[in-house]
């Protein structure tokens, strides 16, 4: 957080190959930081770090308006087509402590499709390097970002009635972050209302947190 006037959020975003991450990491910026398109392969080899413009008109501190920045680091996906495990969590690892070691992480965002149903084999290993990374306390620091939600949309789903056709897996994982998600559509690009509802939200998982951060260590 640089001033009293302005507050910054740190966030990763994770997830397996065609979640939509990327694009997701997009989205919360309000810009084309990331390259994200369709591809039979990985797309994203390398981790890389998204700042977003000055957003107005979402938060109030000490009785008047604070701007607010959001950082985003998106993450190669894990399982990867070509990197290992270990390959990705070193990266991904590096990263955080590269650009987020000052200033603390607040939130991991766990990238799912909405459009496919979640499996316990597939789950857990995206999970597991999740906890790898962020320690015993990461159900604390995890929200769960659930992507092409306008496909479910269109299959005549709405957020409540997916909830309850969901599978054990999914709900399990939901309940496990205590119900920390939000549903994103994935059109080329999001309108700055719908945008706003979606930083409200995240703004308000920090909030819950008391505005705690991970992966903070200070320098010597």
């Not at 910054?8 to 991450?21: A, D, E, H």
């Not at 920390?180 to 719908?194: P, V």
């Amino acid at each position: 957080m640089a001033d009293s006037n302005e507050m910054t959020i740190n966030l990763v975003v994770l997830g397996k190959t065609q979640t939509g991450k990327s694009a997701a990491g997009n989205s919360l910026l309000g810009s084309a930081d990331f390259e994200s398109r369709l591809c039979p392969s990985s797309v994203t080899t390398r981790c890389s770090l998204g700042r977003s413009a000055r957003v107005s008109g979402l938060i109030r501190r000490n009785g008047r308006e604070s701007a607010l920045r959001v950082r985003v680091l998106d993450t190669p996906s894990y399982p990867h087509s070509a990197l290992s495990k270990q390959q990705v969590r070193d990266t991904v690892r590096a990263a955080l402590a590269q650009h987020f070691g000052e200033q603390g992480l607040h939130l991991a965002l766990l990238v799912l499709r909405a459009d496919l149903p979640l499996c316990p084999d597939e789950n857990h290993d995206t999970v597991q390097l999740i906890q790898e990374l962020l320690g015993p306390t990461w159900k604390d620091f995890t929200a769960v970002l659930l992507t092409h939600a306008d496909k479910a949309g269109e299959a005549g789903y709405s957020e409540e009635t997916y909830l309850q056709s969901a599978s054990s897996t999914l709900l399990s994982l939901l309940s496990s972050v205590q119900h920390k998600y939000i549903f994103l559509d994935n059109h080329n690009s999001i309108i700055r209302e719908e945008r706003n509802i979606i930083l409200r939200k995240l703004l308000n998982f920090i909030q819950r947190n008391n505005y705690q951060v991970l992966l903070k260590h200070s320098k010597e």
